[in-house]
Each structure stands twice: as C-alpha cells, then as structure tokens.
C-alpha cells in the first residue's frame, strides 16, 4: 500500500499497518518527514511550531511508538498545572479545585452542580459547541468552557465548531449517560486499574525527530522529495504518479482536504475543496531567566472576557525538556485561527511586541526576550464546523465508489496525535482486511 504525505497523519497509519505485519510506501513531497510538525531548532531552543505535547497510554498512539522505540518522555509534573486569564486574572484550575475559583460566579456553579439533571434532546443533533455546553452547564460556564476548549485546541470559534465532530469523547458522555458528570464517572468506574492515567509526554528530540524515528523504522519504504500529481484507477489497481510511477491496491491520502483535493479522482474535489481550515500563527519568546520569568506550570488559556488577542500562552520550557538553554526560558503564544483572523494582518515584528506584552498581562511580570521567531501555518488548523459529521458521511459515499482509495490526517476525524492514532489504528485493519 502507499501512503501520500509523511505528516504525523501519514506516518502513524504507515507505521500501524507496518506494525500489523504491512508493507507501506510513503511518499513525501518535502525533503524530511513531519509536515507541519517542523520542530525550529536555533540557538539551542527548540520551538515546536504545531504538536507539542501528546497523551500517553494511549491505546492506539502507545503501541505504535513502543513498536519503533520513540524517545517520548513524560512532561515534568508541573504539566498538571494550567491557567486561565480572563477579566483580568490570572485562574489556576487544578481538577476539582477549579470549583473553588471566581473564575465562574456563584450562580455559575449552581447552574455546574444541576448538569446530572439536565436532560438531553430526544435525537441527536449536530450543534456548535457552545450551544452544547450552555445547554449542559448553563450560560455562564458553558460560555467560559467552549471558549477554552475551542481557543485550546482548534484556535477556533465556539459558535462555530461542531461539539460532535469537535470533542467527540466529551458529547459521547452525553450520549451514553444523560450527562457529563455522570458520564464522567461511569467512565472512571470503567477504566481498569492497571492502566495508568494519562499525563502529557514530548518528543525528547522534538517533534521532527519524532517523525524521523517513525520514517526510519520504515526504512526503504519512507520516499522523500516525492511530491504525489495524482491517484488514477486501473481496474483493480492505483496509480501513483509524480516522480515516478507507483503501481498498489490501497493508497491512503494522507494530505490537508484543500491538497488532497488537487491529486484525487475528480468527484472528490468539489467535496474536499469544502473543508475549512484557519491560519494560525506560533510565536516563540525566549531569553535568559531572569529576563524571562516563566512560571511553573502547562501554560495559560484566555476567557472570553479575557480582553486580549492571545489564545493561549504555553510555558515550554517549564513542562517540557530541552526547549530552552541552560539558564534560560521559552514561552509561546498562539494567535489568529477562527477566533482572530484580523490579528495576523499584524507584521513580525508587531505580533512579537503584542505577545510581549500580552504575556506580561497575563503573568503580572515584564518580558524582556531577546529571542523570538514567529511561524506561521497556512491553510492552518482545520475547523471542524457545525456539519463537518455530514461532510464526512458524504465524503464516505464518494469514497465507497473507490475501493481501496482512502483519506488520512487531521482534516477529518481528529486533530491530536492520538487521534490520528486512533484513525490509524481503523484505517490499517481495513486496509490489511480488504481482499
Ligand atoms: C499551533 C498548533 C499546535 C498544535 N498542538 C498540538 C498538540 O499540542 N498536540 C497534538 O496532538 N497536536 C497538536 N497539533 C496538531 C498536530 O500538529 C497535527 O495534527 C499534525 O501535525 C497534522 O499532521 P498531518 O500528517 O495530518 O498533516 P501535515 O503535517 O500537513 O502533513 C501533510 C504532509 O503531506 C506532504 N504533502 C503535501 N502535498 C503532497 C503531495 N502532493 N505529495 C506528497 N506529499 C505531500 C506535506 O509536505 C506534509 O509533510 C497542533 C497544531 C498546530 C498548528
């Protein structure tokens, strides 16, 4: 088989499939693997520009990693500690603790405690993720926690996002028990005991080194500098074209919707030419300690009311190893995406002196880096809007009419590395199923 596009999308599938006993083929357009995972290395900081930190046990993501002996690492244990700005403050939420913040009003927590009586709709619904979570828990803290969520993790609107397609593990408690709450519990109940609770990992050879340990347990089968012109049918067969000719009953593409759109069989373009992604933009704020004095902890997420372009603002080199010199501090702020598009008509130079002072907001102290670098991602991180579920059911129709023809990565079913593994996971048993 052979996969197009050796992002984390692409090189989880081929090394789930090459893990079952496969053979997979990557081809890649770009001279290194990692796609938009391009770890910056300069100065001796390391600045991932996209993924930085994963789950871990993961069911699916775990094994995957064992099998080609990646050098992941636990986050330090302040990991567990994250903040949110908003209205000026700064919030730490440490579990149930946060209940016991101003974050949320009095009458905000009432409305919290009532979620197990909320009822549900009678059939399910594709809505925006904040209708979902005011529905469940009120006004107020539904508001503050799709904002979080979908600043969090898509950069994204939360009247936009789908709750389904966006957080399917989260409306799946829904599902299952009439409530977060007592989904929550249910789900606790059932984890067995043995398997450790999940806690933040990093690459310890940043991210890029990550997808080269997954591209070299590929050995011949991991192609760079092959940028992939189309995928044609003959009969039973796909043809692979670009820098040669490839010749495979199963080819995953593994590309963002927009670019896989370009290489497809025709009556899947106007469908993937439809999704919907958002440039973002990474800026990396580094310098000696006491010029940058990073807290401990995750990082911090701003609220609806938080009054600032920041999304949220990451404390690298204080969770993660190696990111900053010796002596020295990285932080990085996310900005743009569906919940800001205007702010990256800003120049360089202007996104790093309003990350400069942002950051100062949020943590009360001033900082003063003399390292900064701004990466921007286009098309960038893909928005799982309200009826992505749908546009997925049509892409499976069309795709239904090309046997052995699939679709991977981060525009379709989830936008994490776990997801990704999780899809792989399904992807590599219908691939080595199929006759
Ligand atoms: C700011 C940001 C923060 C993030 N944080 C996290 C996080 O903390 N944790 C987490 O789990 N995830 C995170 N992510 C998401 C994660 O980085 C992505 O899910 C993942 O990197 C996407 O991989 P992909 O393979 O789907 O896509 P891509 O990385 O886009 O890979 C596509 C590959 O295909 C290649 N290609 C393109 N066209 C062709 C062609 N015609 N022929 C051959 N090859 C081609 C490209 O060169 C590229 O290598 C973050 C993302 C961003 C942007």
Redesign the pocket.
Known sequence: MVV????????LVASEVARRGGRPLV????PV?????ATVRDEDYLL???????LLPHAHLTPILESVGASVVPAEAVAQRRFVYDRGELFELAGPAALATRLVSRRGKLHLLREPWVGSPATITDESLRSFLQRRLGPEAGRMGATLMAHGVF?GDPDQLSARAAFPAIVALEDAAGSLVRGALARRRARSKDVPRARAHTALNG?DGLAAELAASLGDGFRPD????SVQRDGNEWIVS?RGEERTPAVIV???PT?AA??MPGPFSPLLNEAHAAP?A?VGLGGPEADMPVPSGFGALTGPDAGLRILGLLFESSYAPRRAPVGHRLLKG?YGGDADPAVLALTDDDLVALAIEEAGRILGVPFQPSWTRVIR?AP??PQYHVGHSAWLDRLDQVAAEFPGLHL????YRG??????AQHAAALAERVLAAP
């Open positions: 197009v596009g050796a992002g984390l999308g692409g090189l081809l890649e357009a770009g693997p990692g796609g938009v995972a991932e520009p996209a993924a930085g930190s994963f950069a991210m092959w940028p992939v012109d670009g593994a590309l963002a670019e370009r290489i973002v990474v996310i991602h960038g991180i991977a990565g981060w525009g936008m994490g590395v776990t997801s990704l």
